[in-house]
């Protein structure tokens, strides 16, 4: 594979459209379990701690000085982040399926390493628990999950600090453009943190596991494989597949958080209806 153009070629010549769309399903369950989660949590946090901001202020009062606006800030990247730990948490068996899926090829000269026989959703993921315990769900949880950390501490914390500062200086109002110019500012952010996280859970998650003590055969955890993998490759390995990364995350992210918005926009209008 050298590129992603050049590896859509080859992957739809070898194996058609089953081969692109390999592991779709996994990853719908993955993007469930996660986003669901993260903006869940987020949104759930933020309205208990703008209620406390409340209750300590007096109803009615807000406070527009620089520091108060930095702690808010702070606060959100914080809420962010531990939104992201609770989605990651239950994203890491999908992840690890979607992942095992999308590396197997049926073409032998485009496999690389260790290939998993896709075999449905939730055969994988009682397959897993067979094959390797409670434990193979978890496997490498300590990169994915910090991946889902920075990311959602990224997407979510930079899109509500950009959206005021936007309207500050450049004078936009609440619509689409703002929201629209956040959530690009926010996804460019969250696809820069994540990718070296999104490298090593791949190979934690993709590598072959010894079936008498249940542990990964390369890898025994997070920092043994980034120091294995640059000793070996060099510090660029981190950035292997970031094009694609690019190419996935960055329209994801925009459309996730307008998504978002204008399903917020719905709901507030249905309520003002009632």
């Not at 080859?10 to 592991?23: M, V």
């Not at 490498?140 to 920075?150: K, L, S, W």
Request: hydrophobic share 45%; net charge positive.
């Amino acid at each position: 594979y050298r590129g992603v153009f050049s590896s859509l070629r080859a992957i739809a010549s070898k194996e058609g459209a089953a081969g692109l769309y390999r592991g779709i399903v996994p990853a719908y369950a993955l993007q469930f379990a996660v986003t669901a989660t993260r903006f869940g949590v987020y949104a759930v946090a933020k309205r208990v701690a703008a209620q406390h901001d409340e209750a300590q202020s007096g109803p009615g009062t807000t406070s527009t000085s620089s520091t108060s606006s930095t702690s808010s800030t702070l606060r959100n990247f914080g809420l962010a982040a531990a939104a992201g730990a609770c989605g990651g948490v239950l994203g890491n068996p999908f992840f690890a399926i979607k992942t095992r899926a999308q590396v197997f090829s049926s073409a032998k000269d485009l496999a690389v390493g260790t290939q998993h026989k896709p075999e449905g959703l939730w055969r994988s993921f009682i397959g897993i628990y067979r094959q390797e315990g409670l434990a193979g769900y978890t496997r490498g949880m300590n990169a994915f999950v910090p991946r889902v950390v920075v990311y959602g501490a990224a997407q979510l914390g930079v899109y509500d600090a950009t959206k005021p500062a936007l309207q500050r200086h450049l004078g936009l109002q609440e619509g689409i453009q703002l929201q629209l110019s956040s959530a690009f500012i926010a996804s460019v952010a969250a696809v820069v943190v994540i990718q070296p996280f999104d490298f090593l859970s791949a190979r934690l998650q993709n590598q072959a596991v010894d079936p008498v003590t249940r542990k990964g055969k390369l890898y025994s955890g997070l920092v043994d494989c980034a120091v294995k993998s640059i000793r070996t490759e060099g510090p660029g390995c981190l950035l292997k597949g970031c094009w694609a990364n690019v190419c996935r995350m960055g329209p994801y992210s925009v459309m996730v958080l307008m998504f978002f918005e204008q399903s917020k926009r719905l709901v507030q209008l249905a309520r003002g209806a009632q």
